[in-house]
DNA sequence: TTACAATATGACTACAGAGTCACATGACTC
DNA sequence: GAGTCATGTGACTCTGTAGTCATATTGTAA
């Protein structure tokens, strides 16, 4: 956590500094992030930097923070009394959601995507691991619900097909951008109707399900 | 490309540097990694790497050859005459494949994994991104092979599924690690049988394909 | 005006990185 | 033995890094 000296300051100066920090980590990974670069481009000395923050990690977990305060504010209205609704509706609005955070928030995306990226640092582990064990656990929940309630094939793998549909909503959104975060197109809805699609159906021709 | 230099080497001193570098880029991405440790480690002055490499790019790029050279010995197998056979069997035995190469190649999946991690990196441009748009191109014939076979739904996108399926062969292993590749377990059929059921069939509970 | 605390500063330390270069060594030919 | 050429060497340069600290500035309260 920041120190007071960071939230006392005017807020534009405390502004200048989350901006270059957003631009510094957008474009690199933690290590790879100058702390040296932010201070220079947010116009503050250098021991000022180390009077708001500990160190550079410091820093970096506050914009973690602050992006998944943003995400969340996107996906929990999704979320309202998930075991009331359908599940594949369930699914599709969350989806939704992460996809309208990654249309409007493309730096928070970009830097939480490179946390995500790197398993092995330490602080993935330190920082999305445990976060993660808890969204699983939800996911899983509402697939066992929804197989209670006769909405999924019984024969399926709970713990399984909530792992799918955790990669799904980490994997959504390159599935629209052929790989660089900067074009998100338009057709997004598309995307993620045939995503929904697939997880539901499958592309096997059946004799349930014919073209 | 190495020089001649390093390929004129005993093969023991050859080794030596592959194992270092091998061991210095599993442990850190590209611009983590240290010429200076992989130099001491593989006892070799620092004059001497640079008469066998331009840059640490150079070695660097060596390295991922050897992968991809390893790789495709375990994946070729699978696309023998992949236009003849089922469509879900090809998939499977491609998917089979991969899994046997990270449960052999453990380091190569390693060091690979970690170069299409970092999607932005200038490197990944440079190596994958035009390999990989091969390989999408294999897929969509593949699939496209199969949908006029009848073995396909006919509404379904070949793009959009060809990208399902690469994405899903990138993932399978996440999927059989729980996110650390150390410990790749025994039931790598089990998951792979999950996959191609769910790429198959879909989850949901329908008249077709009850319980 | 004085006194004191909070904040600001940037030169500085200590370290690590990639890559270079003048020189040393060893092998092979004449 | 002399000459030549490929190969080996490590001290060195240059650049960048995170973090520190003695000193200066500012704000506030008496």
Chains 1, 2 share one sequence.
């Not at 506050?62 to 996107?74: F, N, P, R």
């Not at 609704?85 to 939704?96: G, L, Q, R, T």
């Not at 999924?152 to 052929?178: H, K, P, Q, Y």
């Not at 998100?184 to 045939?194: C, M, R, S, V």
Request: proline share 2%.
């Amino acid at each position: 956590m920041p120190k007071d000296t960071f939230f006392n300051l005017p807020s534009d100066k405390r502004e200048r500094i989350v901006e270059a920090a957003l631009s510094e980590f957008e474009e690199n990974a933690f290590d790879q992030a100058s702390t040296n670069k932010i201070i220079e481009q947010s116009g503050i000395s250098k021991g000022s930097f180390y009077q708001y923050f500990d160190d550079k990690k410091d820093l970096y977990k506050y914009l973690i923070q602050l992006i998944v305060e943003s995400k969340l504010k996107y996906i929990t209205p999704a979320m309202q009394n998930p075991f009331n609704h359908d599940f594949f509706e369930v699914i599709h609005d969350m989806n939704e959601a992460g996809l309208k955070f990654a249309l409007d928030q493309p730096r928070y995306l970009k830097i939480g995507t490179r946390l995500m990226q790197d398993k092995n640092h330490a602080l993935y582990k330190e920082i999305i691991a445990e976060n993660q064990e808890r969204a699983m656990e939800v996911y899983s929940a509402l697939v066992k619900n929804a197989m209670e309630r006769g909405e999924l094939r019984a024969d399926i793998d709970v713990g399984f097909t909530a792992r799918i549909i955790f990669i799904m909503s980490t994997e959504i959104v390159s599935l629209t951008t052929n790989n660089s975060y900067e074009n998100l197109t338009e057709n997004l809805t598309e995307i993620l109707d045939k995503l929904m699609n697939l997880l539901a159906y499958g592309i096997k021709k059946t004799e349930g399900k014919n073209d």
